[in-house]
């Protein structure tokens, strides 16, 4: 149907797969969008030394809950802090907190998949009916449970949302590999004698790559809006640091007299929480063999 | 029917191993309950001694994980630790609110995915399609507690359309428009390509060819058939909403089951943290269960059989 | 029976009654003889003052209890359950004689049977007490005179008593309903003699009282003598401060508590409503220092830290000039306050420079004082007003202080506390009684792992132990008043609590609402003079 001749379009149109598989992705103009927001976030957090006008831990360096003005664009907090600054800086925080809890979900939910998938039988049979069980927690529950056992802190966020998304990798990966099991390059491979870890690691592991990178990015939205609810929940990141949900969190009570505390980090978080979305939302259209969409 | 039985027998299994692992995770989370309890209390040390003896804190572990566990086989869930009730009723009290939110916010969830979902469904690739894809993807973007803030402070307080406080049916608009909006972004999308998958099947085709209407064809054939994925969605976010949605009853400040468990497990109150989990499971595993059925119901070439 | 669609439908009929009864509650709301509070408990889960601890608890059960002793808010006794008092001259026994006529909600008589069950399950392990067992200290037993006539002895002097029983927790409560009920039931639905009579609950929504029609043993301050002018009380949660503020605005609660002080001061501005603010007796918001670990084993270092905050200006800041800086270990509106200690390490950077020199602390890279290679570093873990901890790090920073906060959950406070991995920790308590200095400063109160104790300054000293006991075996009340004043001007020389800032209560309440009054302690509010105009 329309998916394969849109394939066959491309074949012709294009010289390397990595080439037509960019243009796809980034001749989309919500990806397009998307990526430019993102990358611009990253930047300024990166640079954010240099390009904020104030320290963002700097109490006094303007009166408390003072209106956005060309001085503070985005006004100052209760300390006399330059929301500004701490916008900026603070996705130094909540974009990398969120991808060192994919990176975690992506490693213990990939090694658990492919090892249920693989080794089948009973062990997988109660392995999957585990992780059903464990779908049923909001993974918010689950990290709240885990943080209230490790203590507050941005590691210890990290790693609770990190383990708490774990469930979901671990499904999804298991039921790709309980495809490519079957698969005959697998069985030639076992015929060869290969043992069960170099198949796992040297035949799935790169097979389901793409799967990964994909629920990687699709789940990375997520991750960010988890790791701010636990600070948002002061569960999380500890004074000064400017990470979005706390300075959210703190903004609440000043809501009726500054609602630039609240607005500004609230609008960052949801722009890249968008931003990463609309990425993942093309690479997964794009990388979907079952794509109708033609674009 | 021996399906049915088959299927909920095979729940209790399920529910000792989460019911004790639950138990040995309370154990390892440091704190003391009863500290816990007293909270900032300048309770003496008699106090607190008298306490642990009153809660049965002061036996070996085993012990009383075994004391606990023939308690709940007699479907004895024991009293909260603070409260001194049993958990049962306290679960109860809050099944409510709970219940009251979820159906909100699936209302407002599927009311929004619906409208986007087949309005992206019928002309794919257009721009409306675009556009209603984009506002799903907000919805799912969207901070579920800075949407809750900035809904409170512009209809609650600057408006003043609707009652922040108290019950009924005015107070409960806001948390499920904020529930539903995160409701609403998957539901769409699962709408969506189920009725482009349903429209390019060959009786749509032929439907077509007969000169039917695009939005009768959509909504008198393609939808009835395309409504699985979506069911099976909302049934899973069913599920979990059931089990309390912690940020949206925090920030607008709602009992509810969620709050219940994060104050329980803050507190160590492990009688009851046992209790809502046992709860959250078999009612997360009960809702699959109905879903499975309800595919016989929707699509009636799918047996109840095959649902497992 | 046969089911007819008929039945079916009857009882269709009658749970939608039962769904419409809440909803009846909430229009008799708008009554102008109902009161509607909102309180910031999330729920309360036991109204039984013998149990309870918590204040937010105290709330509803001030309305429907009385004391044997009444106090106001100013510290003026007047009878109340009891019509007359005499300790005995060494303080182990206290002779009440009791009044008459005075009715529990569920109709008994109240006597001195009511007084000596009463404080019998207080000491009682079954009952759990958690508060009121502590308070009544050395208690022995309840010696029945005659039926309106009773002795309480003492195994050990008990100056304090007079004090005690006018606690929120020596309310007397019905033995007949705690027979009928048990102790957990009772909980769920205390009956005492108070202007109010508890009527129902639902769990984290609200609680509804209702005007006791019997009431006329009202203390001698009170303006009204018989039945309150408020039929009704919704007392009702709402945890979030915001929403609160929302809601008093929006009419839907004519009072409410612990408002942000930004919205008071705007509230009051409005003319439609006016603060309610008072100040919480017991110990002021506070931090100890940890005198067992560097740097604050050294005096100076201490006392360079104080003088290095200036805690006028930052609670100000804070706070929206609505909260004062504190003055000392105990509140102004604590009984024996000791005004001497508000003379105490003022704001004084230089000076607080000087010390840190002195003690051998030098400026070093960052801005942040070494010694021998150490930076002057100290870790202050904060379970509660992140706002306040942040704004003492910025002030400590300006004179060489690092101070590492960390917000805590209560059970991570607790392993540190107890593990002696701090410098600092902030500590507050309302009370209405200097012997509340007995928990932070005593020796028997160190924290060591797996008792949890308030002492977190961690000073042992037999010298400060030995005041403190003197104090609570004081004989008469001048002398117990003077002994205190000693132990609070100690507490100040030995630097080891800084003061920071008085514990208020600040609610606000619809200028319609008149006749509050605080309970004693300035924490919790009487309804029973209140009155709805307009």
């Known amino acids: 149907m329309s998916g394969s001749g849109t394939l066959a379009v491309a074949m012709t149109t294009s010289r390397s797969p990595t080439g037509r598989f960019m243009r796809r992705l980034f001749l989309h103009p919500g990806a397009m969008i998307g990526t430019i927001v993102f990358m611009t976030l990253v930047f300024a957090a990166i640079i954010a030394p240099f390009v904020a006008p104030y320290d963002w831990t700097e109490t006094d360096v303007g009166g408390r809950l003072q209106p956005p003005s060309l001085e503070f664009l985005m006004g100052t907090d209760l300390h006399g802090r330059d929301v500004f600054s701490r916008v900026i800086a603070g996705g130094r925080y909540s974009i990398s907190l969120g991808v060192a809890t994919i990176c975690l979900s992506l490693l213990v939910g990939s090694m658990i998949g492919i090892f249920l998938g693989f080794i089948g039988g009973k062990i997988d049979a109660w392995g999957a009916r585990l992780i059903d069980v464990m779908l049923g927690f909001p993974p918010i529950v689950l990290a709240i449970l885990i943080v209230s056992m490790l203590g507050v802190g941005l590691v210890n966020v990290v790693l609770a949302v990190g383990i708490a998304n774990v469930p979901r990798f671990a499904r999804v990966v298991r039921s790709a590999v309980l495809v490519l099991r079957e698969q005959l390059y697998i069985e030639a491979a076992r015929a060869l004698g290969a043992s069960d870890i170099r198949i796992m690691v040297r035949h799935l592991l790169p097979n389901v790559m793409p799967t990964l990178v994909v629920l990687g990015t699709l789940e990375l939205g997520n991750a960010i809006l988890s790791t701010a609810t636990l600070s948002f929940l002061s569960l999380g990141a500890q004074p000064p640091t400017p990470e979005w949900g706390a300075m959210l969190s703190s903004g609440r009570e000043f809501m009726r007299y500054a609602p630039w505390t609240m607005i500004f980090p609230g609008l960052a978080l949801f722009l890249t929480v968008m931003s990463v979305n609309l990425v993942g939302d093309r690479l997964s259209q794009v990388l979907d063999p079952k794509s109708k969409d033609s674009r | ?308 | 029976m046969k089911t007819t669609r008929r039945t079916v439908l009857k009882s269709a009929a009658a749970s939608l009654a039962v769904l419409a009864a809440p909803n009846l509650a909430r229009s008799q709301a708008n009554a102008s003889n109902t009161l509607v509070w909102g309180d910031d408990s999330r729920s309360d889960v036991t109204f039984d003052p013998r149990v309870t601890q918590s204040r937010h608890e105290e709330q509803v059960i001030v309305q429907c209890f009385d004391q044997l002793i009444m106090s106001d808010e100013k510290s003026t006794l007047s009878p109340g359950l009891a019509t007359s008092w005499q300790l005995s001259p060494d303080s182990t026994s206290l002779h009440l004689k009791l009044r008459e006529g005075v009715k529990f909600h569920d109709g008994t008589a109240f006597n001195a049977e009511a007084v000596k069950f009463t404080l019998d399950t207080i000491v009682d392990p079954k009952t759990g007490s958690q508060g009121a067992v502590d308070m009544l200290g050395p208690y022995d037993k309840t010696e029945i005179i005659s039926a309106h006539e009773l002795k309480i002895h003492f195994k050990a002097p008990n100056a304090g008593i007079i004090d005690t029983l006018t606690e929120t927790e020596m309310s007397i409560v019905s033995p007949a309903a705690v027979g009928a009920k048990g102790n957990t039931g009772f909980a769920q639905a205390p009956v005492g003699t108070g202007p109010f009579r508890f009527v129902s609950q639902e769990a984290g929504r609200e609680v509804i009282l209702e005007r006791n029609p019997d009431y006329n043993w009202a203390p001698d301050w009170s303006t009204v003598k018989g039945p309150s002018n408020i039929q009704r009380i919704v007392h009702r949660y709402i945890p979030a401060a915001s929403t609160r503020v929302a809601a008093l605005e929006a009419g839907e609660l004519h009072a409410a508590d612990l408002l942000p002080a930004l919205d008071v001061n705007r509230l009051q501005q409005s003319g439609k409503f006016k603060g309610f603010i008072g100040v919480a007796a017991g110990l002021s918001n506070g931090a100890l220092f940890n005198i067992t670990r560097s740097p604050f084993s050294d005096i100076r270092v201490r006392q360079a830290f104080m003088h290095a905050i200036d805690r006028d200006r930052v609670v100000q800041n804070l706070y929206f000039g609505l909260i004062k800086a504190a003055k000392g270990p105990l509140a102004p509106s604590t009984p024996g306050y000791w005004a001497g200690a508000a003379a105490y390490y003022p704001f004084d950077r230089n000076k607080a420079n000087a010390l840190l020199e002195e003690a051998g602390w030098k400026m070093g890279p960052g801005g942040i004082r070494v010694k021998d290679g150490q930076p002057l570093s100290v870790f202050f873990p904060s379970l509660t007003n992140p706002d306040a901890a942040v704004a003492i790090q910025g002030e400590a920073k300006r004179v060489g202080f690092d101070v590492k906060v960390e917000i805590v959950l209560k059970q991570r406070q607790d392993e540190i506390l107890m593990n002696n991995q701090y410098e600092m920790a902030v500590l507050q308590w309302v009370s209405n009684s200097p012997g509340i200095l007995r928990v932070p400063f005593h020796s028997s109160n160190v924290p060591v792992p797996g008792k949890f104790k308030f002492n977190w300054a961690r000073v042992e000293d037999p010298a400060l132990d030995a005041m403190i006991d003197k104090a609570g075996a004081a004989r008469t009340p001048e002398e117990r008043i003077k002994l205190y004043a000693d132990l609070q001007k100690e507490i100040m020389d030995r630097a080891i609590y800084m003061p920071f800032q008085d514990q208020v209560q600040t609610a606000a309440a619809s200028t319609k609402l008149q006749g509050l009054r605080f309970a004693r302690g300035n924490w919790q509010v009487r309804f029973h003079e209140a009155r709805i105009v307009g």
């Open chain 2, 1 to 308: 029917m021996s399906f049915i039985a088959r299927r909920i027998m095979s729940i209790i299994p399920v529910i000792l191993f989460t019911w004790s692992m639950v138990f040995i995770v309370l154990q390892v989370i440091p704190g003391d309950p009863v500290n816990l309890m007293l909270a900032g209390v300048p309770a003496s040390e008699e106090v607190r001694q008298r306490e642990r003896e009153r809660l049965g804190l002061d036996k070996p572990v085993v012990e009383r994980y075994f004391t606990f566990l023939g308690k709940a086989a007699t479907g004895d869930l024991g009293e909260g630790f603070r409260s001194r009730r049993p958990v049962t009723v306290m679960i109860q009290e809050q099944m409510w609110p709970t219940i009251e939110l979820a159906l909100g916010g699936l209302c407002f969830g599927v009311m929004f995915g619906f409208v986007l979902g087949v309005c992206a469904g019928i002309r794919p690739n257009s721009w409306v399609d675009s556009t209603c894809m984009v506002l799903a993807l907000v919805g799912v973007s969207l901070p579920s507690f800075w949407i809750g803030m900035i809904l409170i402070y512009v209809f609650g307080n600057l408006l003043m359309w609707v009652p922040i406080t108290g019950r009924g049916f005015g107070a409960l608009i806001l948390p499920s428009i904020t529930v539903g909006l995160f409701v609403a972004g998957g539901f769409a999308r699962l709408i969506r390509s189920s009725i482009i998958e349903a429209m390019n099947q060959d009786y749509i085709r032929t439907a077509r060819a007969k000169g039917l209407s695009r939005t009768r064809i959509v909504l008198k054939h393609a939808l009835r058939n395309a409504m699985i994925p979506p069911v099976t969605l909302l049934g899973i976010q069913f599920a979990v909403l059931i089990g309390g949605a912690v940020v949206t009853e925090n920030v607008f400040a709602r009992p509810g089951l969620g709050t219940m468990l994060v104050d329980a497990v803050l507190a160590k109150d492990m009688p009851l943290v046992q209790a809502l989990i046992v709860y959250k499971t078999a009612v997360y595993i009960l809702v699959n269960l109905v879903i499975d059925l309800a595919y016989g119901a929707i699509d009636p070439r799918i047996r109840v059989e095959q649902g497992s």
